[in-house]
């Protein structure tokens, strides 16, 4: 194994653009999956991926900031931090990055939903430029993402205000150190009297997370009475769009789960 630790983002931009390298933060999905041989690109060290801000518009998170970091930070939403403290154990989550935790593209990443619902995006950055793309692109299916071999993921930027009002559950086989089974966030804000905007992701169900603003849009500018005339129609939608993979537990048990949830989530939300 051959290290490169570069200590600005320029240099470790011109290593990426010019090395067949791993890049890597915390190092904690090769502990489980080393790769003999592979050069990797320590990324812990580059300043400019490890701030956290709000800009007014956005809250800034660097890719190479550990969760721990996150979830302590005062500007950390009570969304996210909630996600981040039903990671693993403590000394994963000191190690484990943001960065780390999106950047290949699993739909199990305990993190991806709740940057689903917010609308968040990746910023994305080469030698040659940079990009914004929403996180809803930058998932393109099981570890497949729309990062190119040169570029790397510098940031997070989730719009403000983020919701208030939200909804998070993870379903494990334990409470510890468990990878997700199920991962749900959801959001349902209100605006006089009616439904400004919903959102529901789910995690670790399907090739990559499951989203359907199509389906979500059913319910935007509904009254709440309106809203729970149409709870039957929209579950039906999603009961229908929800195609779950089997794995260590059978797809009609994920399917199951899944409803369970968004009937929870509604409920929650008093709808």
């Not at 009616?194 to 997370?209: E, F, M």
């Amino acid at each position: 194994m051959v290290n490169n630790v570069p200590e600005s983002l320029g240099e470790a931009l011109r290593i990426r653009a010019r090395a067949d390298v791993i890049p890597y933060g915390g190092g904690t999905d090769l502990m489980v999956a080393p790769k003999p041989g592979a050069t990797y690109l320590f990324l812990h060290k580059v300043p400019e991926m490890r701030g956290i801000s709000d800009d007014g518009a956005y809250i800034r998170i660097g890719a190479s900031r550990t969760f721990s970091e996150v979830a302590e930070s005062p500007i950390c939403p009570a969304i996210l931090r909630e996600a981040i403290l039903q990671i693993a154990a403590p000394a994963i989550r000191n190690l484990g990055t943001i960065g780390g935790n999106i950047g290949n593209g699993s739909p199990k990443a305990d993190t991806a939903p709740v940057f689903y619902v917010t609308g968040a995006a990746v910023r994305l950055m080469s030698e040659s430029g940079e990009r914004i793309l929403p996180i809803r692109e930058f998932y393109l299916g099981r570890n497949k993402t729309a990062l190119k071999p040169d570029e790397l993921i510098v940031e997070v930027l989730m719009p403000k205000p983020v919701p208030a009002r939200y909804y998070y559950r993870k379903v494990g086989g334990r409470q510890a150190l468990a990878i997700s089974r199920i991962s749900f966030a959801g959001i349902l804000e209100e605006t006089g009297g009616r439904i400004a905007s919903c959102a529901v992701a789910i995690g670790a169900v399907s090739d990559t997370i499951i989203w359907r603003d199509d389906i979500d849009a059913m319910l935007v500018g509904k009254s709440i009475a309106e809203t729970k005339a149409l709870k039957s129609e929209y579950l039906a939608a999603y009961d229908a769009a929800i195609e779950p993979l089997r794995g260590r537990v059978s797809s009609g048990y994920r399917k199951s789960v899944c409803m369970n949830l968004l009937n929870d989530f509604f409920e929650t939300m008093g709808v």
